[in-house]
């Protein structure tokens, strides 16, 4: 099992540009989510999904679109990027085993650099 | 709204000795779970232990335990006899009751000293 992948690895844009986040699981969970990563803020949630087909806003979604299409991808979407958007993006995802127990598989990241 | 907070920005630690690193949480949900994160200098993020807010006892998982109060609110990450390789960052995280959310804090920088 690969678990979870991100692709790419490393991107840089120029503001402005746009691009799409690849985020795919292999573990036929439900939940999948997206975080940035930033010095001194921990991780913020953008957005996540508790199935295929539904998606909701996490904690800083703006600027941002997703869409779960298939049960085994997440897409993050940045439409017109701008430089506060530099950052290492992490995609998550988790089964629930009881009542709140959802430990996340997190994949490698993404580096994403916007000049 | 749920929040976590993780007051210690970095901690030094001799190697062998216990560590315990602070999370606190503020929820209005009555029931949550809490968990431990870990993520070495390489960026990966592991999963280390979870704790419900209506586990009778408090969690273990191998060297690591939790100091679960919850009249606190605190829900602290005890390593046992630390190892160089504990060196990372440690996020505390937490799921509640009204969504599916799952927030971090802001982490702890570990570094084992030899």
């Known amino acids: 099992n690969a678990g979870v992948t991100q692709t790419p690895k490393f991107r840089v844009l120029k503001t402005g540009q746009s691009m799409t986040l690849l985020c795919a699981q292999d573990?036929?969970?439900?939940?999948m989510y997206w975080y940035r990563q930033d010095p001194g803020m921990g991780l913020r949630l953008i957005h996540y999904s508790v199935g295929e087909g539904t998606t909701a806003k996490g904690e800083v979604p703006d600027g941002y679109n997703v869409s779960r299409l298939k049960k085994q991808n997440f897409l993050l979407g940045l439409e017109s990027a701008a430089p506060s958007q530099t950052s290492v993006y992490f995609c998550?995802?988790?089964?629930?085993?009881?009542?709140?127990?959802?430990?996340?598989?997190f994949g490698p990241g993404t580096r994403l650099t916007v000049l | 709204a749920q929040k976590i907070t993780q007051t210690q920005p970095g901690m030094f630690v001799q190697e062998k000795e216990a560590v315990t690193l602070d999370c606190t949480y503020d929820t209005s949900d009555p029931s949550y779970g809490l968990f431990w994160y870990k993520q070495p200098s390489s960026g990966e993020m592991i999963f280390l232990i979870y704790?419900?807010?209506?586990?009778?006892q408090n969690a273990t998982e191998g060297r690591y335990s939790l100091n679960f109060q919850k009249a606190r609110k605190s829900a602290n990450l005890v390593i046992s006899a630390s190892q160089l390789g504990d060196s990372a960052m440690y996020f505390c995280?937490?799921?509640?009751?009204?969504?599916?959310?799952?927030?971090f804090g802001k982490g702890t920088r570990l570094h084992i000293l030899p």
């Open positions: 998550a995802s988790s089964h629930l085993r009881d009542r709140y127990h959802n430990e996340q598989f």
């Open positions: 995280a937490m799921r509640g009751l009204r969504d599916d959310k799952i927030i």
């Open positions: 573990m036929n969970h439900e939940y």
């Open positions: 704790q419900g807010s209506y586990d009778q």
